[in-house]
């Protein structure tokens, strides 16, 4: 069994069908999704639907969205989880982080408007108790600077949570293993070109290694059309849940183990990283959890 620790089943690319992908995936074996908000106008939205779908939700404010984000927006979601801070299905604070792939965000004013939204999303983290879910695309050592920043003040334990489709180097993954965090790996490792992808997802120890699809995005191989498919008609194809078993499948022979470990393994890993899962998926082992 597994699970989707980062899928965005909201998206419009889903629109009315979300529930039928979450259909689909539970056949396939994914017992449990998490579904992160990316800005204040979603909130409602991720946690309609994984009550409905029966999966957990996490609230913040993504990198790629501080642009047309208002400063009031980090009051909004503080007092979000402090509504639900009792609600079981919320798990963490995130999509948050931040992201220097996007040209317009690696300069001023963005570039120092994205810091702000994190480094407060991170202390609003802590003033909740709460695990963290972490964007750090062409970021990953500013995204690690703020976590060490905000885990020096006093009084503050280890993190929880999640660097969300990591794509650094083995020192940056041993520290953010040195400071709490699991790493996610999804449909990127899937393609024979990601050479110091697959060596990371081989190598690792497999404590630190959670799923994910970051559906709709990051599709793996077998759905992704070039420019050129594209232009003769072919339809990109959009990534799923339900696509996350033949991911597994591609790490464990990555790892050179079984699907069977590998799941038991990540499940087992992703329950750590975000620990209110656990009340969530009991019912759905048989015998105690992996």
């Not at 992908?21 to 908000?37: D, G, S, T």
Request: charged share 20%; aromatic share 6%; hydrophobic share 45%.
């Amino acid at each position: 069994m597994f699970i989707d620790t980062h899928c965005h089943l909201d998206a419009q690319e889903f629109g009315a069908l979300a529930h039928i992908e979450r259909a689909q995936a539970a056949i396939n074996n994914v017992i449990h999704c998490v579904l992160p908000a990316v800005e204040v106008g979603n909130f409602a939205a991720v946690r309609q639907l994984a009550h409905t779908s029966g999966d957990s939700y996490c609230l913040g404010i993504h990198p790629l969205y501080v642009s047309r984000a208002h400063d009031e927006d980090l009051d909004r979601l503080d007092a979000a989880l402090t509504q639900y801070q009792d609600d079981p299905r919320l798990v963490a604070v995130g999509e948050i982080g931040l992201d220097f792939f996007v040209p317009a965000l690696r300069v001023s004013p963005l570039r120092e408007r994205q810091q702000h939204f994190y480094l407060a999303q991170l202390k609003l983290a802590r003033k909740h108790g709460m695990p963290v879910v972490l964007h750090s695309r062409r970021s990953v050592d500013q995204v690690l600077k703020g976590l060490r920043d905000v885990a020096s003040l006093p009084g503050h334990p280890a993190w929880h949570g999640i660097a969300h489709a990591f794509n650094g180097s083995p020192q940056q993954a041993r520290a953010f293993i040195e400071l709490g965090l699991k790493l996610g790996f999804g449909g990127a490792l899937t393609y024979d070109r990601a050479l110091q992808l697959r060596r990371l997802a081989a190598n690792l120890p497999l404590e630190a290694i959670v799923l994910e699809t970051d559906a709709p995005d990051m599709p793996p191989r077998w759905l992704y059309k070039t420019s050129a498919q594209r232009e003769v008609g072919d339809a990109q194809g959009v990534n799923s849940p339900a696509e996350l078993p033949r991911i597994a499948a591609e790490l464990a022979a990555l790892r050179g183990i079984g699907v069977e470990e590998l799941a038991a393994a990540t499940t087992h890993n992703a329950l750590v990283a975000l620990p209110k899962i656990s009340a969530l998926t009991d019912s759905l082992f048989v015998g105690p959890n992996p």
